[in-house]
């Protein structure tokens, strides 16, 4: 991409997943000028406001390589690919072969049974372990004979590039916090690029995101601009205009209407929370810091849409014959929402447990290809995964929400969370720290970061277990309400 401009696909590295990349020797590889640090997280429930805030310096985590400390690494999906590329192609024994594709995966039955596999450039290739890190339909899988289970969301996941001004240095923080408010159609998140562009991604309903994709960019613009601003009364008014009126809209109706809702709740235009915000100069409000940068324009061709789904393998090694020899990693192992920004991160912690359970068996002279060798593998990411999936899916559902009880019960949950250190330390930890910290605040060793956070999240969302976490806690009507919110969501 040229210098001031950016890919839409764009991933959050946790500080792991950058150390394990630094020590296979990709890291060294990538275009750092194209790197963002993120020092900050702010998340809020767009319904009751409720809210908690993420600081790497909260979590413990040290100053870097001459960096404040940071959380997590955004970086464009093409920057990471080039230097992984780059790596494998100075790595002397590994053959890269390109602009081929599968045609077919066959069992070889008179020689023990290894895959091979047959290229459409007419390669024929026998392999002791096959690796499907093929994405979501894999081929491996299908050829392995492995089920997978999941459903598809009614939701689609909008992401573009966006342009803002720089935050003023010395009245501001620079533009090194990730903003992501939960409403009841979807998340949308907000991730720094660069001092002046950023990326979002929008997971909302299938009718709205196809008004959003299809409308002006600067009509896209104001939209995301609402969307960390507005109540969400006013956001649903707001989603009709554009899927009625798409054909005739034009960027100043749209904001005319922003600015006539704003008038309606009594924001103050000199708020950042006000439209008028985009036409400030001077000093910024007081409140500046708490919503992302006001978004100028999209940049061209990048906005686009995509269907999310959870999906998760019965296993991730072949259980039989027909699958001997064969590993699934990544979105061939699993899919999930990208509310978390987890999913490359999952695929990266997989990579690492499968080279470590591959390096094992050479080591002592095994068949890596072997359901012995493979099985320290799927019994280390396995069940991780699925913790994370499964909270990443509750949380999903629980802000779909907007039944009163259900709301107020998150919202105490939320705030809860934001007062236990243990629990917000684990999962800011989770978010970008390393295991070591984690276990010195926990006290105990071989505890699994997002087990902590996983709990977390239950109490976030006002499940039996945070039930009776905050009973403890609080005593009285704040446990009464948590629990008879929790029994009523028990019974349906």
Do not use: C
């Amino acid at each position: 991409m040229p210098q001031d401009a950016f890919s839409n696909r764009v991933s959050s590295l946790t500080n792991a997943s950058r150390k394990f990349l630094s020590d296979i020797g990709a890291w060294s590889r990538v275009d750092e000028s194209r790197v963002a640090r993120i020092e900050e997280m702010q998340v809020w429930d767009g319904v009751s406001d409720a809210s908690i805030t993420f600081n790497a310096n909260e979590a413990g985590i040290s100053m870097k390589d001459g960096h404040a400390a940071y959380m997590t690494t955004m970086t464009e999906n093409l920057n990471l690919q080039r230097a992984l590329i780059r790596t494998l192609d100075s790595t002397s024994g590994v053959n890269i072969i390109d602009n081929t594709k599968v045609s077919s995966i066959v069992k070889d039955t008179e020689n023990g049974g290894w895959p091979i596999v047959h290229t459409s450039s007419g390669g024929t290739f026998r392999a002791r372990l096959l690796v499907g890190a093929d994405g979501p339909n894999s081929p491996v899988r299908k050829f392995a004979g492995i089920e997978s289970y999941g459903w598809a969301y009614d939701t689609r996941a909008i992401v573009a590039t966006l342009y803002h001004a720089p935050r003023v240095e010395g009245l501001q923080n620079p533009n090194t916090t990730a903003y992501q408010r939960f409403l009841p159609t979807g998340p949308i998140a907000f991730l720094p690029l660069s001092s002046t562009a950023s990326s979002f991604v929008w997971s909302t309903k299938p009718a709205i995101a196809a008004a959003l994709t299809n409308v002006d960019g600067q009509i896209l613009a104001h939209m995301i601009n609402a969307a960390f601003r507005l109540p969400e009364v006013s956001l649903r008014h707001l989603y009709r205009v554009i899927m009625e009126e798409q054909e005739n809209l034009t960027p100043e109706m749209i904001l005319e209407e922003i600015r006539w809702r704003e008038r309606s709740h009594s924001i103050d235009q000199y708020s950042a929370y006000s439209s008028y915000a985009t036409e400030a100069l001077g000093v910024p409000a007081d409140d500046a810091d708490l919503v992302p940068p006001v978004v100028k324009s999209v940049q061209e061709g990048t906005v686009a849409s995509f269907p999310l789904r959870l999906s998760h393998a019965d296993s991730y090694i072949g259980e039989d014959e027909r699958g001997a020899r064969t590993a699934l990693l990544g979105d061939a192992a699993h899919t999930t929402h990208p509310l978390a920004g987890q999913g490359l991160n999952m695929g990266l912690g997989d990579a690492q447990a499968l080279a470590d359970a591959i390096n094992d068996a050479v080591l002592v002279g095994g068949d890596i290809g072997s359901r012995t060798a493979l099985l320290p593998y799927t019994r280390s990411r396995y069940f991780e995964n699925h913790k994370l999936l499964s909270v990443v899916d509750k949380l999903h559902k629980l802000y779909g929400s907007t039944l009163p009880p259900v709301v107020w019960a998150r919202s105490v949950g939320l705030e809860v969370v934001n007062e236990l250190d243990v629990l917000k330390a684990a999962i800011m930890i989770s978010a970008g720290s390393n295991l070591g910290s984690l276990k010195e605040r926990v006290g105990r060793q071989g505890v699994s970061p997002w087990s902590v956070a996983a709990t977390g999240v239950e109490i976030a969302g006002g499940l039996v277990d945070a039930v009776n976490l905050v009973g403890r806690t609080f005593q009285g009507t704040v446990s009464a309400g948590l629990r008879s919110v929790a029994e009523s969501m028990e019974r349906r």
